[in-house]
């Protein structure tokens, strides 16, 4: 009787931590893929003849592959839209190669998204080489939730609910219906969005991570292999690339500390 007792509350207990912990596992990843549901129903407003839409395109790339959340064709120009699901406030700017998000004490830091999406649309001109002049337009779209001080001039970076009108107030036509035609049938075309395909883009980005940390411990871009350099800028000392002005790469600086700094302080 005593055992059944303790089984009825020794089973839910362990049921609740098991997926407590599988939530806070997959946590991340959930909030991505939702914040990428909530865009595309955005974007489904948008006239489906005078805009065509792909939603998480995986593309081949000389490097492995490159995972975009969001493509709109249209006659206005190829809008090209990373989105992120953070709340609290985001810091960063355009060439810095990581951005701050603080949601109450707890802060973190995350991949230059202006960055990331630069990659997307190289990626892109590469796939859709040879169909013509083609106008690209960057926009990072955050959560309703998030309050953002980011200073940035190639690209948007815009919350949800600012997203439709970005897209749709650019009026003037760039390309042409059979352009836009074109491009949509290459994209679907060379989007290789299968499960496999997947596993083998986040085994990629996860070794390309770990890639990027060994060059910064080097004293190396992680873009191009170029020699990290000690500058002055407006707001104080930072690392930059050698290869500038045609490499933008740009680290803050953190002067390496003492052994008694790092033994009381950490590294």
Same mark, same amino acid.
């Given at each position: 009787?005593?055992t059944?007792?303790?089984?009825?509350?020794?089973?839910?207990?362990i049921?609740?931590?098991?997926?407590?912990?599988l939530?806070?596992?997959?946590k991340?990843k959930?909030?991505g893929?939702?914040?990428?549901?909530k865009?595309?129903f955005?974007?489904?407003?948008?006239?489906?003849?005078?805009?065509k839409?792909l939603?998480?395109?995986?593309?081949?790339t000389?490097f492995?592959?490159?995972?975009?959340?969001h493509i709109?064709?249209?006659?206005?120009?190829?809008f090209?839209?990373?989105t992120?699901?953070?709340?609290?406030?985001?810091?960063?700017?355009?060439h810095?190669?990581?951005w701050?998000?603080?949601?109450?004490d707890?802060?973190?830091?995350?991949?230059?998204?202006?960055?990331?999406?630069?990659?997307h649309?190289?990626?892109?001109? *590469?796939t859709?080489?040879? =169909? +013509?002049?083609?106008? %690209?337009? &960057?926009?990072?779209?955050f959560?309703?939730?998030?309050?953002?001080n980011?200073?940035?001039?190639?690209?948007?970076?815009?919350?949800?609910?600012?997203?439709f009108?970005?897209?749709?107030?650019?009026?003037?036509?760039?390309?042409s219906?059979?352009?836009v035609?074109?491009?949509?049938a290459?994209?679907?075309?060379?989007?290789i969005n299968?499960?496999?395909?997947?596993?083998?883009?986040v085994?990629?980005?996860k070794?390309?991570?770990?890639?990027?940390?060994?060059?910064l411990?080097?004293?190396?871009c992680?873009?191009?292999?170029?020699?990290?350099?000690?500058?002055?800028? *407006?707001?104080?000392?930072? =690392? +930059?690339c050698?290869? %500038?002005? &045609?490499?933008?790469f740009m680290?803050?600086?953190?002067p390496?500390?003492?052994?008694?700094?790092?033994?009381?302080?950490?590294?």
């Amino acid at each position: 009787m005593n055992t059944s007792i303790y089984l009825l509350i020794l089973v839910p207990v362990i049921l609740f931590l098991t997926i407590r912990l599988l939530l806070n596992i997959y946590k991340p990843k959930i909030r991505g893929v939702m914040g990428e549901k909530k865009v595309a129903f955005i974007l489904r407003f948008l006239s489906g003849k005078n805009y065509k839409t792909l939603n998480n395109v995986l593309l081949k790339t000389s490097f492995g592959t490159t995972q975009i959340d969001h493509i709109v064709v249209s006659k206005r120009g190829i809008f090209v839209i990373e989105t992120k699901n953070y709340m609290g406030l985001i810091t960063g700017s355009e060439h810095c190669e990581m951005w701050k998000q603080t949601v109450y004490d707890k802060k973190r830091v995350f991949q230059n998204p202006i960055q990331q999406n630069k990659g997307h649309i190289s990626a892109l001109k *590469k796939t859709l080489l040879g =169909l +013509g002049p083609l106008y %690209f337009f &960057s926009i990072i779209a955050f959560s309703n939730e998030a309050r953002l001080n980011v200073k940035a001039e190639s690209a948007y970076v815009i919350r949800w609910k600012r997203l439709f009108w970005t897209v749709w107030k650019h009026r003037k036509r760039r390309l042409s219906d059979e352009q836009v035609t074109q491009i949509t049938a290459c994209l679907q075309a060379a989007n290789i969005n299968t499960y496999t395909n997947r596993r083998i883009h986040v085994k990629t980005t996860k070794e390309n991570v770990v890639r990027k940390k060994a060059a910064l411990a080097a004293g190396l871009c992680p873009y191009c292999g170029g020699k990290l350099v000690k500058r002055k800028g *407006k707001y104080g000392k930072f =690392l +930059g690339c050698s290869n %500038f002005p &045609s490499c933008r790469f740009m680290k803050r600086y953190e002067p390496k500390r003492g052994f008694f700094a790092r033994l009381f302080f950490g590294s």
